[in-house]
């Protein structure tokens, strides 16, 4: 952290990370954890390689389904799921 | 999220003070200014001679059905032209577009996350060619198929069954041919300046007037900022996205990775404002419930979506306060809507109405995403895996996805699981997915009134020392309600009314794919990256352990979505196969 924003301090949490802000360990740590999510990105496209699950995985890669999306407006498939549903409903 | 909810002053400031001061308050007017610029934007602007072109098309469409009791290649290449109509493509929406998009899909290099340059997006496509023109051949014979299946069900005037389910099939072979899109140079960089610059003022605006120094916020802005383009673009490699682990995961990952090890430089903190980001994307997030959709199809997607998820979210609720005995209300409520309405979104907006904290929403999102990424392959090999869809003649289908839909927690999920069946589950799925989102308006609002009523009141002291009339009910709930669900609301009645009253080709147009699609859904996704992300930089493992202990939200979890299993495959059943089997043989024959 830089002296610019003037603090190098840490906000503390009850019960969180212990030791001087911005001691080695911590910083050891962090890269720990950010080389960790390296390697996974890395083997991710191992994933169709997994036992039971890697053939659905390549389906849904080659699909381009947003799997992850949360809200319908995020996925096209749910327009193209009401598009072929118009009609279904006498009341339409 | 409070950190501490039962911290209710007795003497709150006046209404008006809150309105001109208050984060609720500024979250709704916020929230319903970018509304309001997104209408200014595309409203004035529609496509030329968009409503002779809808009565056209739609006029085409509707005689194409008369003629054949099958949807025809006139018919879906007629609905292909009217849903190539957006708004958004024109300018200056299209620049809009560009400009506030997030991250590419990558593959191998995370750099093509942000940038691709015309020599390497021609490169990628000379690659593509070969795919592409065999999926283009296999579109070409397809079409030919269909046409020659087609004209032979017509030449026997559409009275031979065989004729017509042989066509039906072609036809719908023809539309499931997918033809990958050629990769296209991109840079995302001039719209990350020019969008940063842009939220930093516009939430910069929002502090100042809240009283807040802004000082301190723009500095720590940016760090915010670019933390959540790096969870989209990892949440964006193709192989974690295919798997379901979204940008919501990693912006609440990168962001405690940071608290937990060198821990969040107080510098930052000024940017760590959850609560507002939150709040105002709630109220954009409200314009896309659309209410018109809910009848899409008939009352067994009412049934299965609106009358099994409340009762499982009750009987949850219920099992978590008696049963397990988790400690917090607030996190009983916010895993049991979570599970039983729509995941991520409910989390939020329930967690938002009743006020949990961080953690408490932390955790819930995380079992989601645990959850759904499990189901996600589950549900589909089981489904499978009994032949389900071959059950009634193959109308199998329509229950898998309807059981599918009801049960799974995210919409994209939903797809996935949808897609590892079939086409009609997919689309059954998806649609009764839609019609639960539209339910969060109402749980966000029924737990706010609920909380404010009875929760709160017991925390304060003041339930049952005397019996509430309607009028003083009312007012105890309008003096705790939290006036963002108001905003968040009252957008869903503005956009639903103005969908209804112009009609639902206009609505697709000129609001999906015009105000709420070229604007409000892709400023929404940065706020809540940016709220996750807060989420994360101010959660602390051994606070959410301290929620986790007993592993009791893991117990609930996995009981309300047994319960939601079991219940939504019988509703299904009962709706789709018992009562009103004519309607999913109509859906069968589309």
Same mark, same amino acid.
């Given at each position: 952290?830089?002296?610019?924003?003037?603090?190098?301090?840490?906000?503390?949490?009850?019960?969180?990370?212990?030791?001087?802000?911005?001691?080695?360990?911590?910083? !050891?740590?962090?890269?720990?954890?950010? !080389?960790?999510?390296?390697? &996974?990105? !890395? !083997?991710?496209?191992?994933?169709?390689? &997994?036992?039971?699950?890697?053939?659905?995985?390549?389906?849904?890669?080659?699909?381009?389904?947003?799997?992850?999306?949360?809200?319908?407006?995020?996925?096209?498939?749910?327009?193209?799921?009401?598009?072929?549903?118009?009609?279904?409903?006498?009341?339409? | 999220?409070?950190? $501490?909810?039962?911290?209710?002053?007795?003497?709150?400031?006046?209404?008006?003070?809150?309105?001109?001061?208050?984060?609720?308050?500024?979250?709704?007017?916020?929230?319903?200014?970018?509304?309001?610029?997104?209408?200014?934007?595309?409203? =004035?602007? =529609?496509? /030329?001679?968009?409503?002779?072109?809808?009565?056209?098309?739609?006029?085409?469409?509707?005689?194409?059905?008369?003629?054949?009791?099958?949807?025809?290649?006139?018919?879906?290449?007629?609905?292909?032209?009217? $849903?190539?109509?957006?708004?958004?493509?024109?300018? =200056?929406?299209?620049?809009?577009?560009?400009?506030?998009?997030?991250?590419?899909?990558?593959?191998?290099?995370?750099?093509?996350?942000?940038?691709?340059?015309?020599?390497?997006?021609?490169?990628?496509?000379?690659?593509?060619?070969?795919?592409?023109?065999?999926?283009?051949?296999?579109?070409?014979?397809?079409?030919?198929?269909?046409?020659?299946?087609?004209?032979?069900?017509?030449? /026997?005037?559409?009275?031979?069954? /065989?004729?017509?389910?042989?066509?039906?099939?072609?036809?719908?072979?023809?539309?499931?041919?997918?033809?990958?899109?050629?990769?296209?140079?991109?840079?995302?960089?001039?719209?990350?300046?020019?969008?940063?610059?842009?939220?930093?003022?516009?939430?910069?605006?929002?502090?100042?007037?809240?009283?807040?120094?802004?000082?301190?916020?723009?500095?720590?802005?940016?760090?915010?900022?670019?933390?959540?383009?790096?969870?989209?673009?990892?949440?964006?490699?193709?192989?974690?996205?295919?798997?379901?682990?979204?940008?919501?995961?990693?912006?609440?990952?990168?962001?405690?990775?940071?608290?937990?090890?060198?821990?969040?430089?107080?510098?930052?903190?000024?940017?760590?404002?959850?609560?507002?980001?939150?709040?105002?994307?709630?109220?954009?997030?409200?314009?896309?419930?659309?209410?018109?959709?809910?009848?899409?199809?008939?009352?067994?997607?009412?049934?299965?979506?609106?009358?099994?998820?409340?009762?499982?979210?009750?009987?949850?609720?219920?099992?978590?306060?008696?049963?397990?005995?988790?400690?917090?209300?607030?996190?009983?409520?916010?895993?049991?809507?979570?599970?039983?309405?729509?995941?991520?979104?409910?989390?939020?907006?329930?967690?938002?109405?009743?006020?949990?904290?961080?953690?408490?929403?932390?955790?819930?999102? #995380?079992?989601?995403?645990?959850?759904?990424?499990?189901?996600?392959?589950?549900?589909?090999?089981?489904?499978?895996?009994?032949?389900?869809?071959?059950?009634?003649?193959?109308? #199998?289908?329509?229950?898998?996805?309807?059981?599918?839909?009801?049960?799974?927690?995210?919409?994209?999920?939903?797809?996935?699981?949808?897609?590892?069946?079939?086409?009609?589950?997919?689309?059954?799925?998806?649609?009764?997915?839609?019609?639960? $989102?539209?339910?969060?308006?109402?749980?966000?609002?029924?737990?706010?009134?609920?909380?404010?009523?009875?929760?709160?009141?017991?925390?304060?002291?003041?339930?049952?020392?005397?019996?509430?009339?309607?009028?003083?009910?009312?007012?105890?709930?309008?003096?705790?309600?939290?006036?963002?669900?108001?905003?968040?609301?009252?957008?869903?009645?503005?956009?639903?009314?103005?969908?209804?009253?112009?009609?639902?080709?206009?609505?697709?147009?000129?609001?999906?794919?015009?105000?709420?699609?070229?604007?409000?859904?892709?400023?929404?996704?940065?706020?809540?990256?940016?709220?996750?992300?807060?989420?994360?930089?101010?959660?602390?493992?051994?606070?959410?352990?301290?929620?986790?202990?007993?592993?009791?939200?893991?117990?609930?979890?996995?009981?309300?979505?047994?319960?939601?299993?079991?219940?939504?495959?019988?509703?299904?059943?009962?709706?789709?196969?018992?009562?009103?089997?004519?309607?999913?043989?109509?859906?069968?024959?589309?």
């Amino acid at each position: 952290m830089s002296r610019v924003f003037g603090s190098t301090e840490s906000i503390a949490y009850p019960g969180g990370p212990t030791g001087p802000p911005g001691s080695l360990k911590r910083w !050891l740590r962090l890269a720990t954890a950010l !080389l960790l999510v390296v390697v &996974l990105v !890395l !083997l991710a496209p191992l994933a169709e390689r &997994l036992p039971g699950i890697g053939p659905q995985v390549k389906v849904l890669r080659d699909s381009g389904v947003e799997t992850g999306a949360w809200w319908w407006a995020s996925v096209p498939e749910v327009a193209e799921a009401v598009r072929h549903m118009r009609g279904v409903n006498p009341g339409d | 999220m409070a950190t $501490n909810v039962s911290a209710i002053p007795e003497e709150r400031p006046s209404e008006w003070s809150l309105m001109l001061r208050g984060e609720d308050w500024w979250s709704v007017w916020l929230g319903m200014l970018l509304l309001a610029i997104g209408m200014l934007i595309f409203l =004035p602007r =529609p496509p /030329a001679d968009l409503d002779a072109k809808i009565e056209k098309l739609s006029a085409t469409m509707k005689s194409e059905e008369a003629r054949a009791p099958f949807r025809t290649i006139a018919y879906w290449e007629t609905e292909g032209a009217l $849903n190539r109509m957006r708004a958004r493509d024109a300018e =200056p929406g299209k620049t809009i577009g560009t400009y506030l998009a997030t991250t590419a899909r990558w593959k191998d290099s995370p750099l093509e996350a942000f940038y691709l340059s015309e020599a390497d997006a021609a490169k990628r496509a000379e690659a593509a060619k070969p795919r592409r023109e065999a999926a283009l051949a296999k579109q070409k014979t397809a079409k030919e198929k269909a046409k020659a299946s087609e004209d032979a069900a017509a030449a /026997a005037g559409f009275k031979d069954a /065989a004729l017509n389910d042989a066509a039906r099939t072609a036809i719908a072979d023809w539309r499931a041919v997918k033809i990958p899109s050629a990769p296209k140079a991109h840079n995302y960089l001039p719209g990350y300046l020019v969008v940063g610059i842009g939220l930093m003022l516009f939430w910069a605006l929002g502090n100042k007037v809240m009283g807040r120094g802004i000082g301190q916020f723009m500095l720590a802005f940016p760090a915010v900022f670019l933390l959540t383009i790096l969870a989209f673009a990892i949440g964006n490699q193709v192989d974690i996205r295919a798997m379901g682990f979204s940008s919501v995961l990693w912006s609440i990952f990168l962001g405690m990775l940071i608290a937990n090890t060198v821990g969040t430089p107080k510098w930052i903190m000024p940017a760590v404002q959850t609560e507002f980001y939150i709040k105002t994307g709630l109220v954009l997030l409200g314009a896309s419930i659309l209410f018109g959709k809910i009848v899409l199809i008939g009352i067994p997607g009412v049934f299965v979506a609106w009358v099994v998820t409340p009762i499982v979210l009750v009987l949850t609720y219920w099992f978590g306060q008696k049963i397990v005995k988790l400690p917090s209300k607030e996190l009983n409520m916010t895993v049991s809507a979570d599970m039983s309405v729509s995941g991520v979104s409910a989390a939020i907006a329930t967690a938002a109405a009743c006020r949990a904290k961080k953690e408490e929403l932390t955790l819930a999102i #995380g079992l989601s995403m645990v959850f759904t990424a499990v189901m996600i392959f589950a549900m589909p090999a089981l489904i499978n895996g009994i032949g389900m869809p071959k059950w009634f003649d193959g109308a #199998g289908e329509v229950l898998a996805g309807a059981w599918m839909g009801g049960t799974i927690d995210n919409t994209g999920s939903v797809v996935a699981a949808g897609e590892l069946v079939g086409r009609t589950a997919m689309y059954t799925a998806a649609t009764i997915k839609m019609i639960q $989102n539209i339910m969060i308006g109402v749980v966000a609002f029924g737990v706010a009134a609920y909380w404010a009523l009875k929760v709160e009141r017991e925390r304060s002291g003041t339930a049952g020392r005397v019996d509430l009339t309607f009028g003083a009910a009312a007012g105890e709930i309008w003096r705790r309600f939290p006036r963002f669900i108001l905003g968040f609301v009252a957008a869903s009645i503005v956009f639903s009314i103005l969908y209804d009253a112009k009609g639902a080709e206009w609505g697709k147009v000129m609001l999906e794919q015009g105000v709420l699609g070229g604007w409000a859904d892709p400023l929404r996704d940065w706020f809540f990256g940016m709220a996750f992300v807060s989420i994360g930089l101010a959660t602390n493992f051994r606070e959410l352990a301290v929620h986790f202990k007993g592993g009791k939200p893991v117990i609930l979890y996995v009981c309300g979505q047994t319960l939601n299993i079991v219940l939504t495959l019988a509703m299904a059943y009962l709706m789709f196969f018992v009562v009103f089997f004519p309607l999913t043989q109509r859906i069968m024959a589309m």
